[in-house]
């Protein structure tokens, strides 16, 4: 099984580029805003996000701490604890059937109902997010319960059973207790009551974080393997760029809360417009290829009450110039060969259509 | 290990930390001085407690009538000439009522006082000193709380016959055993937090490390404590007038309520003889609590809320500011910002366009 991430990752991207002819969206972010604080007081996390979630499809979302990542995923499901609002912009979700509508708008019953339904979302170190005092069938049978109540008891017990399996965790640990399970097994778990209602996008919050390296990738391979079969999109936030160019399909990279590269995977691996991308790139080794000297980015990441002017990341920029501290650049689509599939947000690379 | 090549010095020589923005003047902090009072729970809190002190202090000077003094409206309704009506007596109500508070508020505020160091005393040194002292303290506490308060009070009051200050003195040294037990709980959990062990480590003091470590989070519970046991205080002294003990001298609310259950104002249907003792002394309780919340935020950091927390949504509504429900400002996808596909730099200009050489 271990292998197999390593054989269907690429393919999967590979075919994501294929077909993008016919790539449905199935969430559509435009101009998100996200603050904390209102009025004078607020700092401005995540600034005018346009992104494109298609179905079927893993996007990464990478960046440093305090990019606004997480902030993001949490606002466009308007998940965020107070004080934080969101202050702008739109997010149309795309249902299997029938028309497309805005999540923003939903209504408090509607949103309850949206949830877990439509879009999961496995938390940041979500092990810990189980209740020890119950039995996970308990947990599982509980979301059945809430959702979908005219299920009967036997339909959910099979469906839970059938969930764990899906997982890689034995029917026969269903009466387990959460401290009777390892963390991965519990990861699992939670991956598991996250898809157990089919949702159509489900948004992973460093779900491997608190893991070693080996269960990291039992779980995503897990992951890539129950994609396939169920066929749901994923958002998967992380630090680790090296692990999203492995295994999804579009990298989107965050600094300073806003998105300033989108791109394929192997494109952004191969070929980062952003400097900010390369630098990130740049900090880990690469696994073939001739040995390189790491270079780390200069600088630490911007203080959100005071951004710079123009873009965010000029202060740090090894290439920048005249333009960069007067001018927010837009992110659109660049004059490069592969222009159409990727965008920037780079005065080294000017755009001819803004995209959102 | 040393890791040259990320540092910033090397990439960017003589640059330092220049990632930051220009460290702005910063908007000089206002000094929050009156955060406390801002809070409307405290600030409500502290205004009907200011009253209640205030009538206190000038009560019998501001009484209409002597509230001993009789006249031939017997058991009459609020009228002009007196505002809360009379008693059997024809005595005036609002008087009695003015007159009263200042022994009330003196009982309850020095019984509480009294309690609260002595649960303080007993509660930290027990928590923290441990051993022999926790064992001691501990045991006596225990049997300050088996013993009935209000029996021994009754009965050191009866005995006793003193006035205000004896009152609120038996009440203090009964009341204090609650909350010595809930201080010396909370001492036992944080005596053994890193910071604490970091102080004994670092040689505090004991008493510094009492003084500045634990107290401080501890406040909470000693206003709290503080709180509780002027309502129980300002309760026990209005019970002993109601059943009879304790002076008979001085007026008080309880004193009131006697006379009127054993008029049967009730049956008499004269309401404003037992209605407005009541509204005072449950307006005080809740003056107190107010203020009791007001505290619990103001020392927990965590507690406080962030000022504004009811927003106005896209839909118009104004709604409350709760987890899982993020309120939605604005639902438009206009940009907030000002991101341009080309540079708003003059082309003509005499700047040319340097770009520095990427180095791959």
Known sequence: ???????????????????????????????????????????????????????????????ESGSGKSTLAYGLLRLLAPPGVVSGGEVIYHPEQGEPYDVLALSDRELRNFRWAETAIVFQGAMNSLNPVHKISTQLNDVLAAHEPKMSAHTRKARCREMLRLVGISADRMDAYPHQLSGGMRQRVMIGMALILQPQVVIMDEP??????????????????????????VIFITHDLSLLVEFSNTIAIMYGGRIVEE????????????????????????????????????????????????????????KVFDPCAGNIPVLGRPDTPDGSTRSVACWLHPVKEPIG | MTIPTSSVEQVIPGQGAMAQPEARTPVKAKRRRFRFV?????????????????????GPWVAPY??????????????????????????????????????????????????????????????????????VLSALSNVFLVIPALILIIIVASTLNGGDIVVALVIGFTAWAW????????????????????????????????????????????????????????????????????????WNWGEIL????????????????????????????????????????????????????????????????????????????????HATPTPLINPNGATPVTRREAAR
């Open chain 2, 38 to 58: 801002a809070n409307a729970k405290a600030a409500t809190g502290l205004t009907i407690l200011g009253l209640y002190i205030l009538f206190a202090i000038i």
């Open chain 1, 208 to 233: 491997t974080t608190a893991l070693d390296v080996v269960m990291q990738r039992q779980i995503l391979g897990q992951l890539i393997d129950l994609r396939e079969r169920l066929g749901f999109s």
């Open chain 1, 263 to 318: 791109a394929p995977a192997s494109a952004l691996y191969r070929d980062p417009l952003h400097p900010y991308s390369a630098g990130l790139l740049g900090s880990f080794p690469a696994l073939r290829g001739a040995r390189r000297e790491l270079t780390g980015i200069p600088g630490s990441p911007p203080d959100l009450k005071g951004m710079p002017t123009g873009c965010s990341f000029h202060p740090r920029c090894p």
């Open chain 1, 1 to 63: 099984m271990s292998d197999r991430v390593v054989q269907t990752a690429p393919s999967g991207a590979v075919r994501g580029n294929a077909s993008s002819a016919k790539r449905q969206p199935v969430l559509e972010i435009r101009n998100l805003n996200v603050d904390y604080g209102l009025g004078d007081m607020a700092v401005h996390a995540v600034r005018d996000v346009n992104l494109t979630l298609h179905r079927g499809e893993v996007l990464g979302l990478a960046g």
């Open chain 2, 66 to 135: 002597d509230p001993d003094a009789q006249s031939e409206e017997l058991t009459q309704p609020p009228s002009a000439a007196h505002w809360l009506g009379t008693t059997h007596l024809g005595q005036d109500l609002l008087s009695q009522l003015l007159v009263g508070a200042r022994g009330v508020m003196v009982v309850g505020l020095a019984a509480g006082v009294v309690a609260t160091i002595l649960s303080v005393v007993v509660g930290v040194t027990a928590g923290y000193l441990g051993g022999v002292w926790d064992d």
């Open chain 2, 258 to 337: 006697f006379w009127a259950q054993s008029q049967q104002a009730l049956s008499q249907k004269a309401w404003w003889w037992f209605v407005p003792a009541g509204l005072a002394i449950a307006f005080l309780g809740t003056a107190l609590s107010l203020i009791n919340f007001g505290i619990d935020e103001f020392v927990s950091p965590r507690l406080r809320s962030a000022g504004k927390t009811k927003v106005k949504t896209s839909t118009g509504h104004t709604v409350r500011m709760r987890v899982g429900f993020t309120p939605v400002l604005d639902n438009s996808a206009a940009p907030h910002t």
């Open chain 2, 179 to 250: 909350g010595a037990r809930v201080l010396r709980a909370q001492t036992l959990s944080l005596r053994r937090r890193d910071f604490v062990e970091a102080s004994r480590a670092n040689g505090e003091k004991t008493w510094r490390i009492i003084m500045f470590e634990i107290l401080p989070n501890l406040t909470a519970i000693i206003a709290s404590s503080f709180v509780g046991t002027v309502i129980f205080a300002v309760t026990s002294e209005i019970t002993l007038a109601f059943i009879g003990i304790g002076s008979v001298s001085t």
